[in-house]
Nanobody
Framework: QVQLQESGPGLVKPSQTLSLTCTVSGGSITTTSWSWIRQPPGKGFEWMGALTYDGRTYYNPSLKSRTSFSRDTSKNQFSLQLTFVTPEDTAVYYC????????????WGQGTQVTVSS
């Protein structure tokens, strides 16, 4: 069974870069597509983008100017970088497996809290 685990700093200062890594076990990141999703406190989920099995990236238009995905196939990991963060970026961040049409999200990680504060 595929399992995902988010990791990275829980506190980021405004204007800095938020960096998170998703480690995948029980499956290869080169065979399926993957996504980052976030949930600010008291709000709904926001799709941040997707990374395909062959390394192509797709970003939410509202975030794409600040968002970058990358991957390390040797470690079976993919990463998120979000630049110039503000307190509005405070959220629980999740990585998840996604279908090829980006319709369904499954095999979610447990999520990691990231707070943007000085």
């Amino acid at each position: 069974q595929v399992q995902l685990q988010e990791s990275g700093p829980g506190l980021v200062k405004p204007s800095q870069t938020l960096s998170l890594t998703c480690t995948v076990s029980g499956g290869s990141i080169t065979t399926t597509s993957w996504s980052w999703i976030r949930q600010p406190p008291g709000k709904g989920f926001e799709w941040m983008g997707a990374l395909t099995y062959d390394g192509r990236t797709y970003y939410n238009p509202s975030l794409k100017s600040r968002t970058s995905f990358s991957r390390d196939t040797s470690k079976n990991q993919f990463s998120l970088q979000l630049t110039f963060v503000t307190p509005e970026d405070t959220a629980v961040y999740y990585c998840a497996k996604v279908d090829p049409s980006f319709f369904y999200f499954y095999s979610w990680g447990q999520g990691t809290q990231v707070t943007v504060s000085s």
